[in-house]
């Protein structure tokens, strides 16, 4: 899959397409072509080499490869096992104060940049292997370096500024215009000293120089033991306490639909309007919340996978407490317990739109760093100073 599991709701958000019904005598919306221009502008101050990559899956077809910056398509080779060398599909990138275009195929995928060095990329006999630098072995460990994620079909382009799985060199993404990603003046540090004061610095990874590298997730700050494993232990037991005597109302979609939980021993049910349990979910853990996964599996239909995003967020804006009714539209009430999210929380305060893809659920409420557009003509990818 060239999406991980627990990012399996972004990918579907990216791949889906708004459907509407038009009057019989309106206009229809341009066909979207085959490739459009994504510029990619260096405002990092940084000086040295920008490589760029644009990495994906053909959705024409379904084969994995690679674009080169005039969007042509190139599917990768046999992998090996062990993994083998992936060919170079580095495009180069602008220099300090410099832009350049490339074009964005058809493609459901990610647009990497790195500084200085190349990434290191291999292939499997199931495909990419893709750069894994909670693991302290991986080849790209010291290389700074981030990516959007993306999808260009039929219904236009999601480009997204992600921070699900780390925090790193910082970037702002735009559809005609319409931009999101973009940090405060001076944010980029800050995100760091935050997680310095709150306890949560053991997710900073450096390079051998001493210069920051990226934050990791929380999720991988469980499993390499730079955060606790239970973390977030503490309000998961006030939360399964309160919804053993209340009710939990969960209205996962726009059109009224409710479910209802209570907690019965180690268990919350989820009953619909006629009184019928519909799914269930154990306890969960620390690493759960954070991934929003395990033990708050989310899989692809109308019912568990809904609530279980909507859980997911509410755990991680810790909003269960204080408000019975989730999605809380209101994102004042975010982040307000003593235990809570502290990177997510930290991350959104930092963006000058506050919206930020810290979780994979956290296009619930439509707060995600996200944007489309059905006609897009001009897509952009601006590198923001590291400071």
């Not at 990497?112 to 006999?125: A, D, E, P």
């Not at 977030?232 to 479910?259: A, C, H, Q």
């Amino acid at each position: 899959m060239w999406f991980r599991t627990r990012l399996s709701a972004l990918a579907g958000a990216l791949l889906s397409a708004s459907v509407s019904v038009l009057p019989a005598n309106a206009q229809q919306p341009a066909a979207v072509p085959a490739t459009i221009p994504l510029t990619i502008t260096n405002n990092s101050g940084r000086t040295g080499a920008v490589y760029i990559y644009n990495l994906g899956t053909n959705l024409a077809t379904g084969q994995q490869g690679w674009a080169d910056a005039a969007g042509t398509f190139h599917a990768w080779p046999a992998g090996g096992n062990p993994p083998t060398p992936a060919p170079d599909a580095s495009i180069q990138g602008p220099a300090s104060g410099q832009s350049t275009t490339i074009r964005l195929p058809k493609f459901s995928g990610r647009v990497y940049f790195s500084y200085g060095q190349k990434l290191v990329f291999k292939l499997t006999t199931g495909g990419l292997v893709q750069p894994a630098v909670q693991n302290p072995s991986d080849p790209n460990r010291n290389i700074l370096f981030n990516w959007s994620e993306y999808t260009l079909n039929d219904g236009g382009l999601w480009i997204n500024s992600t921070q699900v799985d780390t925090f790193s060199a910082p970037y702002a993404v735009s559809v005609n215009g319409n931009t999101t990603g973009h940090l405060k003046p001076g944010g980029y540090n800050a995100v760091y000293n935050s997680l310095r004061n709150t306890g949560w610095g053991g997710l900073i990874q450096t390079a051998p120089d001493g210069s920051v590298l990226r934050a990791l997730s929380p999720l991988y700050g469980v499993e390499t033991g730079a955060l606790p494993a239970n973390a977030m232990d503490d309000y998961i037991n006030r939360v399964w306490s309160k919804y053993t005597s209340e009710t939990l109302t969960v209205t996962p979609f726009g059109d009224g639909t409710k479910y209802f939980g209570r907690v019965a021993g180690n268990v919350m049910n989820f009953t619909n309007s006629s009184g019928a349990i519909v799914t269930s979910f154990q306890k969960p853990d620390s690493a759960s919340v954070f991934g929003c996964f395990k033990l708050l599996d989310a899989p692809n239909d109308q019912v568990r996978g809904p609530i279980s995003r909507t859980l997911c967020a509410a755990y991680n804006r810790s909003t269960l407490l204080t408000n019975p009714n989730q999605p809380d539209p209101n994102s004042t009430n975010f982040y307000q317990d003593a235990v809570t999210n502290q990177y997510a929380k930290t991350i959104h305060t930092q963006m000058i739109d506050g919206r930020a893809y810290a979780f994979a659920f956290d296009d619930v409420g439509n707060h995600e760093s996200l944007v489309h557009d059905a006609n897009p003509q001009q897509s952009a990818l601006t590198l923001d100073p590291l400071s």
